[in-house]
C-alpha cells in the first residue's frame, strides 16, 4: 500500500511516498520516510486526527508530522484585531 508521510514549517513542507506492506503501522511509515528521530516533532496524526506510532495503516492515508505551535491562535487573532482597531478609518 502508498501511504503519504508530510511534516512542514511556515512556508516550505517535505512529502515522502512510502511503499508498506498491509499490516503496517504510523512507525513503520516514519521508518519508511527516514523520519523517526524528528526532535521538532510533538506528536503524529492521519489525516488531522492524532494517533499514536502503533496506529494501522490502509492505502491512502496521509501521516502528517505534527510541531509546536508558533504562537497561540487565540492570542494571534485578538493582536490582529487590535491592529485593525488601531488603524484609522478611511
Avoid at 496521509?62 to 492570542?75: H, S
Amino acid at each position: 500500500m502508498k501511504v503519504e508521510v508530510v511534516r512542514a514549517w511556515p512556508r516550505r513542507h517535505e512529502l515522502a511516498v512510502v511503499e508498506l506492506p498491509e499490516a503496517a503501522t504510523v512507525g513503520d511509515a516514519l521508518a519508511a520516510a527516514g523520519w523517526t528521530d524528528d526532535p521538532e516533532v510533538v506528536a503524529v496524526a492521519v489525516f488531522g486526527q492524532r494517533v499514536d506510532g502503533a496506529t494501522r495503516l490502509h492505502d491512502g492515508d496521509r501521516v502528517e508530522l505534527l510541531r509546536r505551535l508558533q504562537a497561540d491562535p487565540k492570542d494571534a487573532r485578538r493582536q490582529r484585531v487590535e491592529e485593525r482597531r488601531r488603524q484609522p478609518k478611511g
